[in-house]
């Protein structure tokens, strides 16, 4: 069994235990006038495995001083990210952040795709010497200066910021390569904790079950995007297939490099998506080339029974499910 299929089948058993292992069941819950029990749960859940992670940063500490993290498209790896980092600094440990975009190469030495179009989610779009020198002189106890990459030139900027850690702090770092270990060629991997952040489940029992994780993610970055980023669902879901191309050429081949695998569904996910999803699809008319798609999904949220507005509201402001729908204070 894979580590990916071991972190489902937990999943599965739990929601067995409970008697929750089907979408009708949900769907039972959320008719009784029990959401906010479901929520509560699920966040319940969710708060266990995050200390679960950090524990595991704790024990590794003196072997383990960066800790990588990656997944694919939607899956909370933003908020999972703060929470385990938050779990992190209740048993005395100091996440420091290093952010890999800031390790773009310029922009005339990033590689291109078969299309021409600069392709920044190549490996090669990385500068891979920098940052496996940084991390060595950061290990070794000594000062660097974090590079600060400038999007709108294209460029890195000429002043940094500095850099050292102290005994209790720990590198955190979160990208699409995270868990290649081409990234960091030089150093010990031994030396590295790399945890993989996905929406895992599915609910497999039951006449109504929900076993694509990879729509559900779509309809988190429909929600999302919708809100924050001011791209359409149509877009969205046009979007969506070279999404999966990248995902399946720099994510799920290392996926099985994680020390830790998190999964960051929760039980109320797609009721929760449905109150905001549903109208948005709908606006999709006939004659887009995202109708199809868009129809799919509304067939699969007309399985399931949406969360109401008071229960929406009980969901904790630093849930995962607020990096999609907002009000989130991580």
Same mark, same amino acid.
């Given at each position: 069994?894979?580590?990916?299929?071991?972190?489902?089948?937990?999943?599965?058993?739990?929601?067995?235990?409970?008697?929750?292992?089907?979408?009708?069941?949900?769907?039972?819950?959320?008719?009784?006038?029990?959401?906010?029990?479901?929520?509560?749960?699920?966040?319940?859940?969710?708060?266990?495995?995050?200390?679960?992670?950090?524990?595991?940063?704790?024990?590794?500490?003196?072997?383990?001083?960066?800790?990588?993290?990656?997944?694919?498209?939607?899956?909370?790896?933003?908020?999972?990210?703060?929470?385990?980092?938050?779990?992190?600094?209740?048993?005395?440990?100091?996440?420091?952040?290093?952010?890999?975009?800031?390790?773009?190469?310029?922009?005339?030495?990033?590689?291109?795709?078969?299309?021409?179009?600069?392709?920044?989610?190549?490996?090669?779009?990385?500068?891979?010497?920098?940052?496996?020198?940084?991390?060595?002189?950061?290990?070794?106890?000594?000062?660097?200066?974090? $590079?600060?990459?400038?999007?709108?030139?294209?460029?890195? %900027?000429?002043? /940094?910021?500095?850099?050292? &850690? *102290? +005994? =209790?702090? #720990?590198?955190?770092?979160?990208?699409?390569?995270?868990?290649?270990?081409?990234?960091?060629?030089?150093?010990?991997?031994?030396?590295?904790?790399?945890?993989?952040?996905?929406?895992?489940?599915?609910?497999?029992?039951?006449?109504?079950?929900?076993?694509?994780?990879?729509?559900?993610?779509?309809?988190?970055?429909?929600?999302?995007?919708?809100?924050?980023?001011?791209?359409?669902?149509?877009?969205?879901?046009?979007?969506?297939?070279?999404?999966?191309?990248?995902?399946?050429?720099?994510?799920?081949?290392?996926?099985?490099?994680?020390?830790?695998?998190?999964?960051?569904?929760?039980?109320?996910?797609?009721?929760?998506?449905?109150?905001?999803?549903?109208?948005?699809?709908?606006?999709?008319?006939?004659?887009? $080339?995202?109708?199809?798609?868009?129809?799919?999904?509304? %067939?699969?949220? /007309?399985?399931?029974?949406? &969360? *109401? +507005? =008071?229960? #929406?509201?009980?969901?904790?402001?630093?849930?995962?499910?607020?990096?999609?729908?907002?009000?989130?204070?991580?």
């Amino acid at each position: 069994m894979t580590k990916i299929q071991a972190a489902r089948q937990e999943y599965t058993n739990w929601c067995r235990a409970l008697g929750m292992d089907s979408l009708e069941k949900i769907n039972e819950i959320l008719e009784a006038g029990a959401g906010i029990e479901l929520i509560n749960l699920s966040e319940a859940r969710q708060e266990r495995k995050y200390a679960e992670v950090a524990d595991q940063i704790y024990w590794n500490r003196k072997r383990c001083r960066i800790v990588m993290m990656s997944g694919p498209s939607s899956s909370g790896k933003t908020s999972s990210s703060l929470r385990i980092a938050q779990q992190a600094r209740v048993l005395g440990l100091n996440p420091q952040v290093i952010e890999l975009d800031n390790y773009f190469v310029d922009r005339e030495k990033t590689p291109r795709d078969k299309d021409g179009n600069y392709d920044f989610e190549a490996l090669g779009a990385m500068d891979v010497e920098l940052l496996g020198d940084q991390l060595k002189t950061l290990i070794a106890g000594g000062e660097v200066e974090i $590079p600060k990459f400038n999007f709108i030139k294209g460029c890195r %900027e000429d002043k /940094g910021t500095p850099m050292r &850690l *102290k +005994p =209790n702090d #720990i590198l955190f770092m979160e990208g699409i390569h995270a868990l290649n270990p081409a990234l960091t060629p030089g150093l010990d991997h031994d030396g590295i904790l790399r945890v993989y952040i996905s929406a895992l489940s599915s609910l497999p029992e039951g006449k109504k079950y929900h076993g694509s994780t990879t729509d559900k993610r779509l309809l988190r970055r429909i929600v999302r995007d919708n809100r924050t980023r001011g791209i359409s669902p149509e877009e969205n879901i046009l979007r969506w297939p070279s999404v999966r191309r990248g995902e399946n050429k720099n994510i799920f081949p290392f996926e099985e490099n994680a020390d830790v695998v998190f999964n960051s569904s929760t039980l109320y996910d797609l009721p929760l998506l449905k109150y905001y999803a549903e109208p948005l699809l709908c606006g999709i008319s006939v004659s887009s $080339p995202a109708y199809a798609k868009a129809q799919s999904l509304l %067939e699969l949220l /007309g399985k399931v029974v949406c &969360l *109401k +507005p =008071n229960e #929406i509201a009980a969901i904790p402001p630093t849930s995962i499910m607020r990096e999609f729908i907002g009000g989130q204070t991580l």
